[in-house]
């Protein structure tokens, strides 16, 4: 089975990279997959998954969570921010936090309700004008400001050029991260996270290499 497949090489590359069993969490990234193939993964006891779409999570997730108990949903796609109330409430972790406005509207969520998801800052590592996320070098300012709102980011999180090596991007990723005293580091994907795993990911995101190719391309 792909899960158990996912879980061996992840521990074999925690393992060399002299990490210790678990210190990575896998998100079985489960968007626009039919709900049979993520119900499969479910009964096979994994309960860290994550979603890019908003309106999706909260079509299918609320059920799931009544049926198999306490899970993880794990936002990564871009979050608008009129659709940031909703998004609070449905999901455990933010990964796409990319932009000031957004931050002010998850602090002001913060006040109203008093807790947040845990939240991950995106970095546009590869600089890609296409791609969201703060640029490398706002990212001090940018923390600042998150923490002058008393919002404590978690991590940084990044998805490097497709057609690159990921290595640089994840290298760079662990250092801003250590530089800004931040533990969490959500990068990886199904084609290069033991990789990411060498270079500090806490968080990998893997969906086609456990769910198989997604039903339709997504952006
Ligand atoms: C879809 C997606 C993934 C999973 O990609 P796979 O190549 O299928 O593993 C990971 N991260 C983000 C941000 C995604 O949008």
Known sequence: MALD??????????????????????????????A?????????????????????????????????????????????????????????????LDRPSLATKLASLAQA???????????????EPQKAGVLPADLSAFLRDCRAMDLAPHGLMCIPPEDQDPTPHFAMLARMAADHGLSGLSMGMSGDFETAIAHGATHIRVGSAIFGARAYPTP
């Not at 002299?18 to 968007?31: F, H, N, P, Q």
């Open 36 to 96: 049979d193939r993520v119900q499969a993964v479910l009964d096979q006891g994994h309960r860290v998954f994550g979603e890019n779409y908003v309106q999706e999570a909260a079509a299918k997730w609320p059920a799931w969570r009544a049926a198999y108990g306490p899970l993880q949903v794990h936002m990564i796609g871009p979050l608008q921010t009129n659709k940031a109330k909703l998004a609070v409430d449905l999901f455990d972790a933010i990964h796409t």
């Open 113 to 127: 309700r008093g807790a947040l998801p845990q939240l991950f800052v995106q970095v546009n590592t590869g600089e």
């Open 5 to 34: 497949q996912i879980l061996a090489r992840m521990r074999a590359a925690e393992r060399a990279a002299g990490r210790g069993e678990g210190s990575v969490t896998l998100i079985a990234v489960s968007k626009v997959q039919p």
